[in-house]
C-alpha cells in the first residue's frame, strides 16, 4: 500500500508512505494513567497504549495511530511498545511530558530532532514523518489563571507552535504535522452538565 515513488508532497502521501511516527505534547500524548484502575497508577505513563503513538500490540486489540498505520507499513519507526518515562530508550519518538505546556515545545522539539538524528534507521532526507501535537490543556486550565489576560494565553500558545514549526520544518524534512486541537472547554462543561445524575 505504498505509494510507487516516494511522494514529493503531503498531498501525494498514502498511510504506508509514513516511515517514522512520533509525537509532542502533555500527559494526554505520554498516555498517563490508560491503565489505571486506582489513584497510585495514574502517574504511569502507558506510552505503549497512547492514541497517537503507542505501537502496543496490534489494532486489533489497541486501536492506536500507529497500530493502524502498522498495516500499511510493518517497517514503521518511531512508537513506543512499553510503559515509560520521556527520559527512557522506550519512549522512542515520543518526547510528550506529564504537565508540558505550550513553553516547552521547542524544548521538545529539539529532543526530537536529535533523537531521530541520531537513530540510524531513519533516513532524515527520504522518510516521510507523521508528527501529532496535542497540548495546550494545561496551558488554558492552568497557566491563564496567572496572566493578565485570557488572550495572553492565546498569544504566547501561538508564538510557541509557530517557533516549534519552524524548527521541524527545518531540521526534520518530509514531515506531516497533524496538530490536535485541545478540547473545548464548552464542550467539557456541556458533558459534564449532562451527565449529572440526581
Known amino acids: 500500500m505504498r505509494s510507487a515513488t516516494v511522494p514529493t508532497s503531503v498531498h501525494e502521501l498514502r498511510p504506508g508512505d509514513i516511515d517514522v511516527i512520533a509525537a509532542l505534547g502533555d500527559s494526554l500524548t ?13 502517574i504511569i505513563e502507558n506510552r505503549g497504549l497512547s492514541w497517537c503513538i503507542g505501537g502496543q500490540g496490534t489494532w486489533r486489540q489497541y486501536l492506536t495511530l500507529p497500530n493502524i498505520l502498522k498495516v500499511f507499513n510493518p517497517n514503521l ?3 513506543v511498545v512499553a510503559d515509560s518515562l520521556s527520559i527512557d530508550r522506550e519512549s522512542r519518538f515520543d518526547v510528550a511530558e506529564i504537565g508540558a505546556m505550550s513553553q516547552d515545545l521547542p524544548h521538545q522539539a529539539r529532543n526530537l530532532i536529535k533523537r531521530m538524528q541520531a537513530d540510524r534507521s531513519v533516513d532524515m532526507k527520504h522518510h516521510w514523518k507523521l508528527i501529532t501535537i496535542l497540548i495546550g490543556h494545561n496551558d488554558f486550565c492552568s497557566r491563564v ?9 492565546l498569544y504566547q500558545h501561538e508564538q510557541n507552535l509557530l517557533q516549534t514549526l519552524r524548527l521541524l520544518r527545518k531540521y526534520l524534512p518530509r514531515a506531516m504535522i497533524n496538530i490536535v486541537a485541545t478540547i473545548s472547554k464548552h464542550a467539557y462543561k456541556k458533558e459534564n452538565v449532562s451527565s449529572l445524575t440526581i
Open 30 to 42: 505520554a498516555g498517563t494513567g490508560i491503565l489505571a484502575t486506582g489513584i497510585v497508577e495514574l
Open 145 to 153: 489563571c496567572y496572566l493578565p489576560t485570557p488572550e495572553k494565553a
Open 77 to 79: 519507526n518511531g512508537y
